[in-house]
T-cell receptor, first 112, second 112 residues
Framework: DVKVTQSSRYLVKRTGEKVFLECVQD?????MFWYRQDPGLGLRLIYF???????EKGDIPEGYSVSREKKERFSLILESASTNQTSMYLC???????????FGPGTRLTVT | QKEVEQNSGPLSVPEGAIASLNCTYS??????FFWYRQYSGKSPELIMS????GDKEDGRFTAQLNKASQYVSLLIRDSQPSDSATYLC????????????FGTGTLLAVQP
């Protein structure tokens, strides 16, 4: 079974803090993704990575950056957290041979 | 214009009935189609994938694809209260990336 883990299930941060969300997959998958999910807006792609040190912007990259130093780990960074970044953050991975994505459990981030 | 459209629901069906969930998409070059189930507060879980026109059955689930009509559906036979969840349709659009476009989901409520 594919295993995607995320560093925290719940996180509370203050406005202006730098926030790190980590995602690890154990299946040697090529591609990794970061989404945020908000009521009525669905899943929106923030960034994705198709190889170590490679990244591409998704639909809503503003205010975020990412890092992929090792194949199994993909980090999402909120440079200066703002209240409008309060959301559920979901990481997913994809083996590269097909298009299906497998999700981690999610991190519910609250910025106060 | 949204690229993947789903009726938000809720779709309410009695226990034991067939639940029919529908999804339309705008990209004629779309190649792969997925259904995810998401329980409240949890992350999406892949339940079905379909790649060619016609039906694909897996247990109580049947996915149906009609590329000419740009329409994909999910049928759940013998619906159970445990099937109550939001069902997300996802489409792999044309091009080289492994990006998926997600609908906003249909909330299914199975009444005991």
């Amino acid at each position: 079974d594919v295993k995607v883990t995320q560093s925290s299930r719940y996180l509370v941060k203050r406005t202006g803090e730098k926030v790190f969300l980590e995602c690890v997959q154990d299946m040697d998958h090529e591609n990794m993704f970061w989404y945020r999910q908000d009521p009525g807006l669905g899943l929106r792609l923030i960034y994705f990575s198709y190889d170590v040190k490679m990244k591409e912007k998704g639909d809503i990259p503003e205010g975020y950056s990412v890092s992929r130093e090792k194949k199994e780990r993909f980090s999402l960074i909120l440079e200066s957290a703002s209240t409008n970044q309060t959301s559920m953050y979901l990481c997913a991975s994809n083996p590269g041979t097909g298009n299906e994505q497998y999700f981690g459990p999610g991190t519910r981030l609250t910025v106060t | 214009q949204k690229e993947v459209e789903q009726n938000s629901g809720p779709l309410s069906v009695p226990e034991g009935a067939i639940a029919s969930l529908n999804c339309t998409y705008s990209d004629r070059g779309a190649q792969s189609f997925f259904w995810y189930r998401q329980y409240s507060g949890k992350s999406p879980e892949l339940i079905m994938s379909i790649y060619s026109n016609g039906d694909k059955e897996d247990g109580r689930f049947t996915a149906q694809l009609n590329k000419a009509s740009q329409y994909v559906s999910l049928l759940i036979r013998d619906s159970q209260p445990s099937d109550s969840a939001t069902y997300l349709c996802a489409v792999k659009i044309g091009g080289a990336t492994n990006k998926l476009i997600f609908g906003t989901g249909t909330l299914l409520a199975v009444q005991p």
